[in-house]
């Protein structure tokens, strides 16, 4: 509505005299805020910050900031931080908090707003997800163990009603019915968080049953912490007496002793996914939900080897 030269005398005097655009008035001009909501269960988990890392520079590059959240692995919690996120008016929310059944995941829906969920999913995968193949990776580790010689392998899984707990547990039973490896009952245990604690907890329960293993696949990093924690105790050593593997490939993973032998997810790309599809819903709210099915990587350290032969 304005010609180039006048524009450009608006633009010149705006710098001289130090001026800064109104979000606020932009926002209730345009509709947009450019504010994004990111939600995740624990910020004290080495597994997120890589991924907020990445989400944050993506939206940054396209104008955006995010509002960065840690729900403490409590749905209240969750419920209450993404209607403080709604009631501001974001422009979209990133979750990392989703339940296989999620109430707010449908809330959120429900209300039209643009929505992507990373590292975990819902059962009906009606919403746009930036998700690991969680099915492959335990195949990879199953296969590493196999090949070095173990035929009794114990599993310390995580909370089932996360898609991530339930697909690498149900991957495990079925690589066991498939007959490459023995496992039991007493050898396969499913935490209720994704924590050192529970780790530990979890794996003196499976100590305790007194059946023979010689390797224990974690269903992430901080499980597997705990099981080195435990081994540390009952002076067992890693991986002469039991080898351990774990799952996501933490920053700092390589520090251990030992190393830990563990399944790298693609942390940067999960987050740069994650922002560019949120972006892609904002500005096209008709755009096909896609789950984003993102491969890791076996990284092999020294908490794997070959088992004690026996004589």
Do not use: W
Not at 71 to 81: F, G, L, P, R, V
């Amino acid at each position: 509505m304005v010609s180039g030269p006048v524009a450009d005398r608006v633009t010149r005097i705006a710098a001289e005299m130090g001026y800064a655009r109104s979000s606020l008035a932009y926002g209730l001009r345009t509709g947009r805020t450019h504010t994004i909501g990111v939600v995740i269960p624990d910020l004290t988990n080495p597994l997120f910050p890589p991924i907020i890392r990445q989400i944050e520079k993506t939206l940054a590059d396209r104008g955006y900031i995010a509002i960065l959240a840690d729900s403490d692995n409590n749905q209240k919690n969750e419920t209450a931080i993404v209607q403080s996120l709604m009631s501001r008016n974001v422009d979209g929310l990133i979750l990392a908090t989703a339940h296989r059944l999620d109430a707010v995941v449908s809330t959120i829906v429900e209300d039209h707003v643009p929505l992507v969920l990373v590292n975990r999913t819902i059962d009906t995968h009606s919403v746009t997800a930036v998700i690991n193949d969680d099915e492959h990776g335990i195949e990879l580790a199953v296969s590493h163990l196999v090949g070095l010689g173990h035929k009794s392998i114990a599993y310390l899984g995580g909370p089932q009603d996360t898609s991530t707990g339930h697909d690498r547990f149900l991957a495990f039973k079925k690589l066991m019915r498939e007959g490459s490896f023995k496992s039991h009952n007493d050898l396969i245990l499913n935490c209720k968080a994704f924590t050192e604690a529970e780790g530990h907890r979890g794996f003196v329960s499976i100590l305790e049953k007194r059946r023979k293993f010689t390797a224990v696949i974690a269903a992430n990093d901080l499980l597997a912490l705990g099981c080195y924690d435990a081994m540390a105790e009952r002076g067992l050593s890693c991986p002469a007496d039991i080898s351990v593997t774990g799952f996501n490939d933490m920053p700092f993973m390589n520090r251990l002793s030992p190393p830990l032998t563990s399944l790298r997810i693609p942390h940067d790309e999960i987050g740069k996914q994650a922002a560019a599809l949120l972006l892609e819903r904002i500005n096209d709210v008709d755009s096909k939900v896609r789950t984003v099915n993102l491969l890791p990587e076996l990284i092999i350290r020294a908490s794997t080897a070959p088992p004690k032969s026996r004589k």
